[in-house]
């Protein structure tokens, strides 16, 4: 046979290799191991933690959307409270104008009243004395009745067309 199988070199080399493998595997497959592992577990918590960073982004989104919708609504009331308000406070202001309108006019006509009392007080003065100087006259020209009854007549019409 011209072929022969070298069996002790086969089961050295067998052996060497387990031997290699063995050490391998305790000194660097094992640590290598543990930092895949490792790197694995710090992949898959960013992972995670990206994910739950993103669904937290999500629900702030949705919260400042509804927020701001509830800002919108609130500043909408508040808008039309001023618009109610600025229109109470113009018809109050139109009220107050229409009541101090109406006070100055019933001051104005209280004060033409007074002046028309006093214009009467001053007329029926003005009669009396004018009624002793016709009396005075009248004794003076020492008049018959039907000269005096004339006399006052024609002054009750000089007085009455002076009221």
């Known amino acids: ?5 070298p069996w ?3 089961l050295y080399q067998l052996f060497a290799f387990l031997v290699l493998l063995g050490l391998l595997s305790k000194f660097a497959l094992k640590p290598l191991l543990g930092v ?3 790197r694995e577990k710090i992949v898959n918590d960013n992972l995670d933690s990206a994910e739950k960073n ?7 989104i949705v919260q400042q959307r509804k927020e701001l919708e509830k800002a919108r609504v609130e500043a909408q009331e508040i808008i039309q ?3 109610k308000l600025s229109e109470q406070q113009g018809q109050d202001i139109l009220e107050q104008a229409r009541v101090n309108a109406e006070r100055l006019k019933d001051s104005a006509l209280a004060e033409i009243q007074r002046e028309k009392e006093q214009a009467v007080v001053a007329l029926r003065e003005q009669v009396a004395s004018l009624s ?3 009396a005075s006259k009248v004794i003076e020209k020492e008049l018959n009745e039907k000269d005096q009854e004339q006399l006052v007549q024609e002054y009750l019409k000089e007085v009455g067309g002076k009221l």
Do not use: D, P, T, Y
């Open 8 to 10: 002790g070199s086969i």
């Open 36 to 38: 895949m592992e490792n």
């Open 81 to 83: 409270q001023a618009k």
């Open 54 to 60: 993103r669904k937290e982004a999500e629900e702030f």
């Open 132 to 134: 002793v100087l016709v």
């Open 1 to 5: 046979m011209g072929f022969e199988i």
